[in-house]
């Protein structure tokens, strides 16, 4: 039987133990292998497909708002990286610096890009000179470096691959218009494509981004109750554009400083995709997004006809990005490696299914079984297919919904904390330090100030008393 | 008129100065911009536009023949790098070294990745066990760094942009078929989408990949008689499997080592795309790789109707990529511009126009006008890009034919290789002191031993008289 066997047997219950479970998941599904290079990991081809898919529908949706991509360089002269303060202090702790090129020592110390706000400032510089020449709404798709100490597969690597997008606006509310656009355009995407709901919000400054004014968040939850920001949405401001002396002539003749934003979404999303849907038997991948979303197991592949018909199946289902496992395997294994590997639909196919017309389908995500006559085959698997989406949103969605806990003591804040999973509705006095506190005391830290659940729940800060300035959604992250 | 302009009298001709007019096309053409970083170049949009549809339309080509996309870390651990001899000698002196993650130095140097054998080879030596497991045909799209001391634009830039693939085989039949079929992949795309006509042959050991069994090329003929190495594709034989450990248990049991093959083509192809079609009004480009196929370009656009005409015309012609250009520039600015880029079709369509029904087509190829009728304009697009398409084909192969010299003397050697720009055809005993007094004395390479062109010219080298071992196709380079 289906999930019986040792493949499935090789993974930890999520229930014992998550991070366990994460790990298994990864490796037994083929997304990652570890690598020589510390903290760096391999993305092996059921993992790329899945970035493949992200980025080419991701890009169109960019391409769509007059999103241009570019490339820019890997290294950041270390004199480039220092030129705005809070940025700086924010990264250098963690960049990988290059000293030798070739056989000689460096003159100027390099460093890999962590991120590319000084790159594009650079070169907006260079490039900007009049309101004509605005906007520029720039993007790139590469990976960048953070020498970060602890490492997990796609949720924390020295190196991950993500795309940035960097823009150059004439005015504050254009720059502001677009940050939001752009956390808008990836909370769709995660809705409409991974089927995963987020919570939109603003960062409290404690969380924003080096040298931002504004950080907007999308916030995603994973089935153990822990947050993953997915996304995010910066707007900067004209504070780069003083600092990297970036100045245009306006409309009005006279100089001044643009206004910019930079976005934000990288593999980690990968992980968001795992820790939302996957289960016991693996990783459940929503069709949309699915390199593989059928895969047609033949049962007793060696008796007459059933190659063909599994073929001619494969030939009426060319809609779907469709394949046939005919390896030497056997049917069982077959079946849990389609459940280990996500696949969101596996079709059955023997000899007596052939004689009776018929195929059996079988969901992944509730590994519900269907018999369907072969001549409607692919308007089931359509049909079907819808389902399982909006399916695995709704059961995320309600899984989110489930995990929202409101606490107006610190007593209540910590219960929370320490016993239900998900994420604590709080109020807050705006000071640092209860965040600070807060995560002393619980490892809990703000996740955002959420855009669309605004009404106050209480008048007092839930840490110190003072009065409220904002409700906070707090939560234990990745 | 267009190209009486400004936009056009900053570039220089190429009877002048070639490698200035280069120089000025990418910088005019706004392909690329220069950075901060030292020898790394920034592209733009323009540039970029012209990657993503090689890299879209070659990714599709090699996944027809069953490549798989994975993701390899950026660095390379000094002790991996090392481990393959002549690899090692080869590449060491060029690449950048990552000394410091974060605040401290690290206790082993890692190389940015100047190509990924290494990784490669240490990722199958971990995941390659049974001959069930082989094939492997993996490919990365990625950037590379070499620390050259002078940089051009595409043509050598401490970071440019490839794909790499790696493949591992069960048998040295099987990567040598592996080798062959990607050299020819090369050579169809570039002759199919890129209108580059190539040489295919292979490299003598002097100029062949370190660590290579057998380099294979295709050789481009740019505008100026010079060679582009345009692609390239080794077969490793078992040297890297036995250096890196890779070994399997095969059909018979035994424990074996697998062959190995690794394959490229980088951004440099843009700059074959820019020498072999440019002319003295810019950039030229192919309609199968131009992001912008056709531009329309509205006269007297304040006239009542223009534009609404040239909306409709863009929805006639939707089926290729197309763009209205209604800026406030003036039509003959506009023209020189949609010159100076390379879009392969302009339509011009005014007042005068649209009362007789028609519009002016304008091929930047040749710079022919054609007036079609309005109704007949997408039907007219389709055909004549396919013919500029092939005519930009036809031009190329011609001249690369034009530019093949045979020599038997060394002084008819010498003398074609100082004034008649192009290959020279000439016989070569097999040694490689002979390719170096070659190169010291005319500055010419050995280009590579063509599949195609076979038959002796002569039974002596034509530098040293010896008894002759193969025709080679010997030039300047790029």
Known sequence: MAGDNKLVKEITSMEEDFAQWYTDVVKKAELIEYSSVKGCMIILPAGYAIWENIQRQLD???????????????????????????????FAPEVAWVTHGGLEPLTERLCVRPTSETLFCDLYHNIVHSYRDLPKV????????????????????REFLWQEGHTVHETAEEAEERTVQMLNLYADFCKEVLAIPTIRGRKTDKEKFAGAEATYTIEAMMHDG??????????????????????FTGRDNKLTNPHQTSWGM???????????????????????????????????????????????????????????????????????????????LRVEIGPKDIE?????????????????????????????????????????????????FSATTYDEFKDIAENKPGFIKAMWCGDVECEEKIKADTTVTSRCMPFEDTEAISDKCVCCGKPAKHLVYWGKAY
Chains 1, 2 share one sequence.
């Open 138 to 157: 720039f993007n790139q798709w590469c990976s960048v470096v953070r020498w970060e100490k602890t490492t997990r597969p796609f949720l924390r690597s």
């Open 356 to 404: 009776n017309g018929v195929c059996v389908f079988v969901r992944r995500d509730t590994r519900e079984k269907y018999t369907v006559k072969l001549d409607e085959a692919a308007a089931f698997a359509g049909k079907i297919l819808d389902e399982i989406q909006s399916d695995m949103y709704n059961r995320a969605k309600e899984h989110l919904d489930n995990s929202l």
């Open 266 to 344: 990288s593999t980690r999303i990968i992980g968001a995709l795992i820790m939302v849907h996957g289960d016991n038997y693996g990783l459940v991948l929503p069709p949309r997004i699915a390199p593989t979303q059928i895969v047609i197991i033949p049962i007793q592949q060696k008796k007459e006809g059933v190659l063909e018909n599994a073929a001619k199946l494969k030939e009426a289902l060319k809609d779907f990005r469709v394949k046939v496992d005919d390896s030497d395997k056997t049917p069982g294994f077959k079946f849990s490696e389609q459940e280990m590997r996500g696949f969101p």
């Open 60 to 90: 169109d949706r960019f391409k769509a708002t007059g999103v241009e991509n570019v490339c820019m360089p890997l290294f950041i002269p270390e004199s480039l990286l220092n030129k705005e303060k809070d940025h700086v202090e924010g």
């Open 226 to 247: 822990k947050a993953l920001q997915s996304g995010t949405s910066h707007n900067f401001g004209d504070g780069f554009a003083k600092a990297y002396e970036i100045q």
